[in-house]
């Protein structure tokens, strides 16, 4: 039986700018850095308040030469936020592209781009354990 999602692969075309993002924008924290003998190189990330999920930086290029068949499209995370206004002000101040804050029936809820225009979405959510 599987207990929790414990990380998530995010295919970027170019990591340091990926983590620069993650890092200085979004407000996670590097929790480890790997290169392989092969030039394989991944970057874990994680929130600076939880490690629980954390997500790991990939070279897309160089996953999609390994593997192909391996669909190295961005996949659709939905974040938890205990105050979603403050954290739209903020990604606001630092320049990121955010859109407009929608009412949902679970909550309010916007959508954000990385530096590579991905599209992620964060959820106001007071029980996000």
């Known amino acids: 039986m599987i207990k929790k999602v414990g990380q998530i692969?995010?295919?970027v075309n170019d990591q340091d700018q990926a983590v620069k993002f993650w890092t200085e924008k979004m407000g996670f924290h590097v929790m480890s850095e790997q290169n392989n003998e092969q030039g394989m190189r991944w970057i874990e990330l994680a929130?600076?308040?939880s490690a629980e999920t954390t997500i790991i930086l990939h070279n897309k290029q160089l996953i999609a030469k390994m593997q192909p068949e391996l669909n190295v499209g961005t996949p659709s995370l939905m974040f938890f936020?205990?105050?979603v206004d403050e954290l739209y002000r903020d990604l606001t101040a630092k320049g990121v592209t955010v859109g407009e804050i929608v009412s949902m029936p679970s909550g309010k809820v916007f959508n954000f781009s990385d530096s590579e225009d991905n599209y992620f979405a964060v959820m106001e959510n007071g029980n996000n354990k």
């Open 9 to 11: 692969m995010v295919y």
């Open 47 to 49: 929130p600076v308040e």
């Open 81 to 83: 936020t205990e105050n």
